[in-house]
C-alpha cells in the first residue's frame, strides 16, 4: 500500500512525536509546513515559480525561551578534542546571533556523533532543547 506524504505523516510522524510528548496539535508546541524563506539564485530578482524561494519544514518543535550558550560549558568527557570543541563553540555561538544555518564537515574518524551529541548536551543544558530528533538519511 502506498501512502501519501500527508497519510505518513499522520500514522507515523505524529503519532511517535505524540509519544514522545509533543502536542502535534498545540500551536505553542509544533508548527506544521513551516515555510523557510530562501534568497534567489544570483541573478534573479523575482520568483520564477511559486515555489522559488521557500522551503518547506514538515514539523518545527518549539522549546521554551532559552539561556546564554555562549558561557555554556561543553562536556569534555563527551567531545573533548580542541577541534570538537571549537565547532561546537561556534554552533553554540552562531545559534545566540540568530543564525538559521549551520554546516560542520568533519572527516572520517573525528568524531561527528560524539560532537553533536556533547552540542545537544550543551543544548539541553542551557534550556535551548528539550527533545531532540537526529534523522540520518
Not at 47 to 58: A, K, L, M, V
Request: charged share 25%; aromatic share 6%; hydrophobic share 40%.
Amino acid at each position: 500500500m502506498t501512502r501519501t506524504e500527508a497519510q505518513t505523516r499522520f500514522e507515523l510522524n505524529d503519532s511517535q512525536l505524540a509519544q514522545s510528548g509533543w502536542n502535534v496539535k498545540g500551536p505553542t508546541q509544533v508548527i506544521e509546513e513551516f515555510d523557510i524563506l530562501t534568497p534567489l539564485p544570483l541573478g534573479v530578482a523575482e520568483p520564477r515559480t511559486p515555489y522559488e524561494g521557500h522551503q518547506f519544514s514538515d514539523y518545527v518543535l518549539l522549546g521554551k525561551d532559552r539561556k546564554p550558550l555562549t558561557q555554556e560549558l561543553i562536556n569534555t568527557a563527551i567531545a573533548g578534542r580542541d577541534y570538537q570543541i571549537r565547532a561546537i563553540r561556534a554552533v553554540l555561538e552562531g545559534i545566540e546571533q540568530k543564525k538559521r544555518d549551520v554546516l560542520l564537515v568533519m572527516a572520517t574518524g573525528t568524531g561527528k556523533t560524539l560532537t553533536c551529541i556533547a552540542m545537544v548536551d550543551a543544548l539541553m543544558r542551557a534550556g535551548h532543547a528539550e527533545k531532540v530528533l537526529l534523522l540520518v538519511t
